[in-house]
């Protein structure tokens, strides 16, 4: 059965007046759901018996079950969650100085075939639906909530492609950044693309404020193609067009990923090469450090190499980080849950 988490505001107020009930009792709704945050339709005390009903006829509230959580030493957890379809998907829990951060997936598998990445060794089978990456912010804030802690970040950096489930995605952070929703700023969602151009033409139309992470880890064609397919259909030129665009139309920083592999994009002409590329962007890199997956052999790059490749942006002009591991001993990186409880 569908969830009522798939429903924005105005399609939950919609839904409401096809039904012949008043559109103010979507307020009452969401404040149950995401204020409250009940799990029963019972529980919704300020409802006529009769919509309850209506309600409990039509729709679930949370969508899936949890079927395992591993716990790192850190405190990351990750969460491998089950539909009743039996698609599996994973949600990642940190803890920063600054809060609580969640990493939420948004499709089951994913097609766009990275080959350092552990979620394309299963195809998609289909995409998440907005209640369902919803469900799992959700979910981990009623565990936060028993600690009266509450999420503050979420990035969409989880298994799948969000711009390959553009719609899904889009109405998932409308709902989490509404104010009778979870209220979570648009500045503190950040959504992650592989670089599918036309759909980032289609996101800077829109003028969101959320903010945008490019995953490029290389600074070539040549390289990149090689480790992500997707730059053939959209090349670094058309990337970069596409960006450049974007920053100017929405007058936001842009974040850019990179990964560390040992001797694949870690040489110092790689960091030369991409300051010159990033180079009047208003943007800075992220250098992440390579959650290794056993199916690939690509190896991390030491720390010495990642503080030296970082020394030699900063020295080219372009600002970084380099962000610290979190989960490493227990595969939080994108899909790797899935892939051992599948084995
Ligand atoms: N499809 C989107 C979002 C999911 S991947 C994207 O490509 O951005 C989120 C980030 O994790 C991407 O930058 C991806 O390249 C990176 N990633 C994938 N596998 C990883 C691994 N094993 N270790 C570290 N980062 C990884």
Redesign the pocket.
């Known amino acids: 059965m569908k969830t009522i988490y798939d429903y924005t505001y105005q399609d939950l107020e919609e839904y409401l007046l096809v039904s012949g009930e008043k559109k103010y009792r979507a307020k009452q709704i969401y404040s149950w759901l995401y204020k409250k945050r009940i799990d029963t339709f019972d529980e919704m005390t300020d409802l006529s018996k009769e919509l309850i009903n209506k309600l409990k006829d039509n729709f679930v509230i949370n969508p899936f079950k949890e079927i395992n959580r591993q716990i790192s030493k850190d405190g990351t957890i990750k969460f491998l969650f089950e539909a009743e379809d039996g698609s599996s998907f994973e949600t990642v829990l940190m803890h920063f100085h600054f809060g609580e951060s969640i990493c939420v997936s948004t499709q089951v598998g ?1 097609n ?1 075939g ?1 080959t ?4 394309g060794l299963f195809k998609k089978k289909r995409d998440l639906t907005s209640g369902e990456i919803v469900g799992q912010v959700l979910y981990v804030q009623k565990i936060l909530d028993k600690e009266d802690k509450r999420i503050g970040n979420v990035v ?7 711009f390959d489930n553009y719609d899904n995605v889009l109405n998932f952070a409308s709902i989490i950044n509404s104010d009778f929703g979870l209220a979570i700023g648009a500045r503190h969602i950040t959504i ?3 670089g599918i151009v036309p759909k980032i033409k289609e996101f800077s139309k829109g003028k969101f404020q959320y903010n945008l ?1 490019i ?1 490029l ?1 290389a600074s070539n064609n040549e390289l990149r193609s090689k480790l992500m397919p997707i730059n053939k259909a959209y090349p670094l030129e058309e990337l970069m067009e596409a960006l450049k665009e974007y920053s100017i139309d929405n007058n936001r920083r842009l974040t850019f ?1 990179y ?1 560390l592999l040992h001797n694949i994009n870690d040489y110092d002409e790689n960091a030369v090469e991409l300051a010159r590329l990033i180079k009047g962007y208003n943007a800075y890199i992220n250098l ?1 450090p ?2 290794e ?1 056993d199916e690939n052999g690509y190896v991390s790059s030491n720390d010495k190499a990642a503080l030296h490749f970082y020394d030699l942006l900063m020295k080219n002009g372009v600002k970084a980080t380099l962000r610290s591991k979190h989960g490493e001993d227990i595969d939080a ?2 899909g790797q849950l899935r892939v051992k409880y599948n084995k």
């Open positions: 994913c766009m990275c350092f990445c552990a979620s969409i950096m989880g298994t799948g492609e969000p992650s693309t592989c992470a995953s880890h990923e990964i992440i390579y959650n997956v990186a994108c």
